[in-house]
């Protein structure tokens, strides 16, 4: 499927920076558009609500003076995540506030409310809904989303257990979207095997911890060069929905990484004051299993001028093994 027209011939690289929480800022957000890949963040980060109209202004400012400055480039849209829980009571406030600003994009996560993608599509935004399972998608497909962000076993955070070989495909014999895809993609040999399974899209998130432009604690950039596959836990005692973690943090927490209890998943809580309380989220650190890649924590610019020296690097390689 050609990719939306808000996002055509606009990126360097196939690539969306996912939404992380507290890590996701105006600083990475800004640095991944002007590098050309779709910067997001959860609309929850900008804290108090009032705050997201600033970095809002902020973000639209600084990428429109860029371009300015150098038409040659190409700037990406960014994206705004919306958690569309019970709990989230800032949720349509929050979406208001996007509709003021025309945000290109919003991704929404755990219910494909009909409402946001009546929204998103009143002015001509798209909405990506991120799913873990077929059940989920035909559900957000139903509701008109724009895209699917298929997150697939080894992604970091709240990610699903199912090979991409199995949900790309099987969700592209009926979806005529975008698709995206989420787990374990680090390199670009990674975003190269996500467009030849039959994503139109990478969808990054853990990779972009490690850079300088990160609102991430410098303990845990540094976990992420020192750690592999083997370290994540995948547990839902953090948020009530299972996800992936740093094993390493989990035990510094003073928790057992191998004996995790089960969370009660209608304990769930994404309201103004966030998941959880504070100490966890500051302390356990989210992470995908493709930490074996990550050796450094780069400027965004760096990382992703790399990453496109891989991508190509992968596409020729395959032409040549399929020649």
């Known amino acids: 499927?050609?990719?939306?027209?808000?996002?055509?011939?606009?990126?360097?690289?196939?690539?969306?920076?996912?939404?992380?929480?507290?890590?996701?800022?105006?600083?990475?957000?800004?640095?991944?558009?002007?590098?050309?890949?779709?910067?997001?963040?959860?609309?929850?980060?900008?804290?108090?609500?009032?705050?997201?109209?600033?970095?809002?202004?902020?973000?639209?400012?600084?990428?429109?003076?860029?371009?300015?400055?150098?038409?040659?480039?190409?700037?990406?849209?960014?994206?705004?995540?919306?958690?569309?829980?019970?709990?989230?009571?800032?949720?349509?406030?929050?979406?208001?506030?996007?509709?003021?600003?025309?945000?290109?994009?919003?991704?929404?996560?755990?219910?494909?409310?009909?409402?946001?993608?009546?929204?998103?599509?009143?002015?001509?935004?798209?909405?990506?809904?991120?799913?873990?399972?077929?059940?989920?998608?035909?559900?957000?497909?139903?509701?008109?989303?724009?895209?699917?962000?298929?997150?697939?076993?080894?992604?970091?955070?709240?990610?699903?257990?199912?090979?991409?070989?199995?949900?790309?495909?099987?969700v592209k014999q009926w979806f005529k979207g975008t698709i995206l895809l989420s787990g374990a993609i680090s390199d670009g040999w990674s975003i190269a095997s996500a467009l030849a399974l039959g994503a139109d899209l990478a969808y990054i998130g853990t990779r972009f911890i490690a850079t300088e432009e990160a609102n991430a604690d410098l303990r845990y950039k540094q976990a992420l060069t020192e750690h592999a596959a083997h370290d994540i836990v995948y547990s839902n005692l953090f948020t009530g929905v299972h996800g992936n973690y740093l094993g390493p943090s989990i035990a510094a927490a003073g928790l057992d990484p191998a004996n995790l209890p089960v969370a009660d998943k209608t304990k769930m809580n994404f309201g103004s004051g966030g998941n959880m309380k504070a100490k966890a989220w500051r302390d356990i650190w989210g992470s995908g299993q493709g930490i074996g890649q990550i050796t450094d924590a780069p400027p965004v610019a760096e990382l992703v001028a790399r990453l496109k020296a891989e991508f190509t690097a992968a596409r020729s390689d395959f032409l040549r093994a399929s020649a």
């Open 1 to 170: 499927m050609p990719l939306p027209a808000s996002l055509a011939n606009k990126l360097e690289l196939p690539v969306v920076g996912s939404p992380l929480f507290i890590v996701s800022g105006p600083e990475l957000v800004i640095a991944q558009c002007k590098a050309g890949i779709v910067g997001s963040f959860p609309a929850l980060n900008a804290r108090p609500v009032e705050k997201l109209d600033e970095w809002l202004t902020r973000i639209a400012d600084e990428l429109g003076e860029y371009q300015a400055l150098h038409p040659e480039k190409k700037v990406a849209p960014y994206a705004v995540n919306q958690i569309c829980h019970a709990s989230n009571d800032r949720l349509m406030k929050d979406m208001e506030t996007c509709v003021k600003h025309k945000v290109p994009v919003i991704i929404t996560s755990l219910r494909p409310p009909s409402e946001i993608v009546e929204a998103a599509h009143s002015y001509g935004g798209v909405v990506f809904h991120d799913v873990i399972n077929v059940k989920h998608a035909r559900k957000a497909a139903e509701q008109g989303v724009d895209g699917l962000i298929l997150v697939c076993a080894g992604a970091g955070g709240h990610a699903g257990t199912l090979s991409p070989f199995a949900l790309v495909r099987e």
